[in-house]
């Protein structure tokens, strides 16, 4: 005898005789299935990459505005010019806040990773008094391969705030 579950007892000789009925998915089944699937991603990967794009652009201008907010502090505390400049290869690059007393290691250096596209000036110098020493500074970002709305404008104001704008610098 064997035992099958609490309080039952049988014998196997009783189980050889019958079909037990295989579960599972038919190929029409299965067809179905893959088509909802390969539907359901086809709405979903567009907007997924929107998203990915909008948080590079996001990400990207604000490492680019806590650049400009640390020089600016670094120019008060020190109460001495300092300059925020890109990188060899650009602003896209990345982009470094040299110390202003020979010696010193640097107070930022910042290696932007990604391919993003930044047009900006050749420097930003910011005063002792935490001013932009030069009117009119823009930051183009771009982080998307068309320019369908994955531009971003970073402006900083004479007096060394920071402001951005989804879209093109105007």
């Not at 049988?10 to 390969?38: D, N, W, Y």
């Not at 652009?57 to 490492?63: E, M, V």
């Not at 005063?127 to 970073?154: K, Q, Y």
């Amino acid at each position: 005898m064997v035992t099958f579950g609490p309080g039952t007892v049988g014998s196997l000789s009783g189980l050889r005789g019958r079909k037990i009925p295989c579960r599972g998915f038919t190929l029409i089944e299965l067809m179905i299935g893959l088509v909802l699937v390969a539907v359901l991603l086809g709405i979903a990967v567009p907007t997924f990459r929107s998203f990915i794009l909008g948080q590079r652009l996001r990400a990207t201008g604000s490492d680019l505005q806590i650049a400009l907010i640390t020089a600016r502090s670094e120019a008060v505390k020190r109460n001495r010019a300092v300059t925020l400049n890109p990188s060899d290869d650009g602003w896209g690059a990345g982009w470094t806040i040299p110390s202003p007393n020979s010696g010193e290691p640097d107070i930022l250096n910042h290696v932007q990773t990604g391919d993003a596209t930044i047009a900006g000036p050749d420097e930003v110098v910011f005063t002792p008094n935490g001013r932009v020493a030069t009117a009119d500074v823009e930051f183009e970002i771009d982080v998307g391969p068309d320019t369908s709305g994955d531009m971003s404008c970073l402006t900083l104001g004479l007096d060394g705030r920071t402001s951005s704008v989804k879209g093109a610098c105007p």
